[in-house]
């Protein structure tokens, strides 16, 4: 599996982002998506995940602001940040858990991209 990601950039406080990553190759069905970040000084943390059953959830530190979401035609999730903080200032990174014959299952992790929010 290959993760591709895109997105992110400098935005201002209040602004808005959209992250996308794509999922490629075969041999596998893909379970959970979602979104990791980094923050500077930071361990990485759990922000959002989109389930196979269409369910999401977030960290209560961006409820309400970022939406999690996915195509799964073309096995890609998105994460559309508003209301942006500079304490969003990240590296965010997608992470896709798959299943392969034989009902084996793992993670695995886009290259990350930054995010970065000025006040």
């Known amino acids: 599996v290959q993760l591709q990601a895109s997105g992110g950039g400098l935005v201002q406080a209040g602004g808005s982002s959209r992250l996308s990553c794509a999922a490629s190759?075969?041999?596998?069905?893909?379970?959970?998506m979602g979104w990791y970040r980094q923050g500077p000084g930071k361990q990485r943390e759990w922000v959002a995940t989109a389930a196979s059953d269409g369910n999401t959830a977030y960290a209560d530190s961006v409820k309400g602001r970022f939406t999690v979401s996915r195509d799964n035609a073309k096995n890609t999730v998105y994460l559309q940040m508003n209301s942006l903080k500079p304490e969003d200032t990240s590296v965010y990174y997608c992470r896709v858990r798959v299943t392969y014959s034989g009902n084996y299952q793992t993670y695995y992790w886009g290259q990350g991209t930054l995010v970065t929010v000025s006040s």
């Open positions: 190759g075969s041999g596998f069905s893909i379970n959970d």
